[in-house]
C-alpha cells in the first residue's frame, strides 16, 4: 500500500507563502487521486484541494482556499503539492495528503472518507 509524506510546512507572516509537498512511496502513483485536508485546533478536519489521478486541470478547491491555493501533481516524481498564497492566520492547521485509488483519472474526491490512505500531516502556522 502507497505511504504518504508530507513535507513544508512551517511559520509565516500572513500575506506570505508556502508550498506543501506530499511524496508517495509507490512508483504506482498515478493511479491514485489526491486530495489535501487540514485540520486546526479544536476543529474537524476540512477540506482544501483535490486532483485526478491523471491531474492537469482537473482540480477542485474549497471556497475559503480558491484563488490562492493551488493543486498540482508530478507523477514522474510521485509528488502531489499544494502552493499556498495570501496566507492569513485562518489557514493554520495541520495539513494531510491522502489518497484514493482511481484508475479511471476521471474522479475528485471531496470528503475525508473517500480517502484511504492519510500522510502523518505537516503544521502550517500563520502569524498576524
Known amino acids: 500500500q502507497v505511504q504518504l509524506v508530507e513535507s513544508g510546512g512551517g511559520l509565516v507572516q500572513a500575506g506570505g507563502s508556502l508550498r506543501l509537498s506530499c511524496v508517495a512511496s509507490?512508483?504506482?502513483?498515478?493511479?491514485?487521486?489526491m486530495g489535501w485536508f487540514r485540520q486546526a485546533p479544536g476543529k474537524e478536519r476540512e477540506y482544501v484541494a483535490a486532483?485526478?489521478?491523471?491531474?492537469?486541470?482537473?482540480?477542485n478547491y474549497a471556497d475559503s482556499v480558491k484563488g490562492r491555493f493551488t493543486i498540482s501533481r508530478d507523477n514522474a516524481k510521485n509528488t502531489v503539492y499544494l502552493q499556498m498564497n495570501s496566507l492569513n492566520p485562518e489557514d493554520t492547521a495541520v495539513y494531510y495528503c491522502?489518497?484514493?485509488?482511481?484508475?479511471?483519472?476521471?474522479?475528485?474526491?471531496?470528503?475525508?472518507?473517500?480517502?484511504?490512505?492519510w500522510g502523518q500531516g505537516t503544521q502550517v502556522t500563520v502569524s498576524s
Open positions: 486532483t485526478t489521478s491523471s491531474g492537469g486541470s482537473s482540480t
Open positions: 491522502a489518497a484514493r485509488l482511481d484508475v479511471s483519472g476521471r474522479n475528485i474526491w471531496t470528503k475525508s472518507y473517500a480517502y484511504s490512505i
Open positions: 509507490e512508483r504506482t502513483f498515478s493511479v491514485y487521486a
